[in-house]
């Protein structure tokens, strides 16, 4: 974690959230610095920040998430803004890409796969063997249903809700319970 903040209130937010490894006290140009280290070492960065402090290091960092009520600066620097000014968005935007990368890969199985079988068949590889020829209607109609596939395999992605979105809150579950209480 790395922070503008003070050494005593950086302490107790790493501790709230589980964080060994902080910095506090810095300036834009010492979080750039860090990122440019990190990076360096072959780690993947990504920088939450919401302030024009932090907009060299969204620029910087591999993935930059910018809180949506930040300032423009920051916004502008960073590759995704969280609309919410809640953490828990930087864990769902990193579920939901995980959730589309998997998505475009199946569809690439299953496109690639379809390719291979189809294209052979409908050019007449069989013909030597069955002695007839696939219809071009046939064909036709096998390559429309192939893009149905993918199309409506893309569409279950509307469907998908990040683990801590329960109820279909940023927050979380239990801590929604809690507020009914």
């Known amino acids: 974690m790395l922070t503008g903040d003070n050494e ?10 589980g964080i060994d490894d902080f910095r506090a006290g810095l ?6 610095a860090e990122i440019e280290r ?16 932090d907009a060299p290091a ?13 300032t423009d600066v920051a916004i502008e620097s960073a590759g995704i803004t969280l609309v919410r000014g809640s953490l828990h968005g930087v864990a769902a935007a990193i579920e939901i ?4 990368l998997t998505n475009i890969k199946q569809n690439l199985v299953g496109a690639f796969g379809y390719n291979t079988l189809g294209i052979p068949i409908a050019a007449g590889v069989l013909f030597p063997i069955t002695g007839t020829l696939l219809s071009p209607m046939i064909a036709g ?3 429309s249903l192939s893009s149905i596939t993918v199309v409506s395999n893309a569409n279950r992605l509307r469907l998908f809700r990040p683990s801590g979105e329960a109820g279909g809150n940023e927050e979380g579950g239990s801590q929604h319970e809690e507020a009914k209480r």
């Not at 005593?8 to 959230?17: D, L």
């Not at 300036?27 to 750039?32: I, V």
């Not at 990190?38 to 402090?53: T, W």
């Open 141 to 143: 109609a096998a390559m």
């Open 8 to 17: 005593h209130t950086a302490g107790a937010i790493a501790r709230e959230v």
């Open 27 to 32: 300036l834009p140009e010492d979080k750039h």
């Open 58 to 70: 969204l620029a910087r960092a591999d993935v930059g998430f910018a809180i949506g009520q930040g």
């Open 97 to 100: 890409s995980r959730a589309t």
């Open 38 to 53: 990190l990076q360096a070492a072959g780690e993947v960065v990504g920088m939450v920040g919401d302030g024009i402090n």
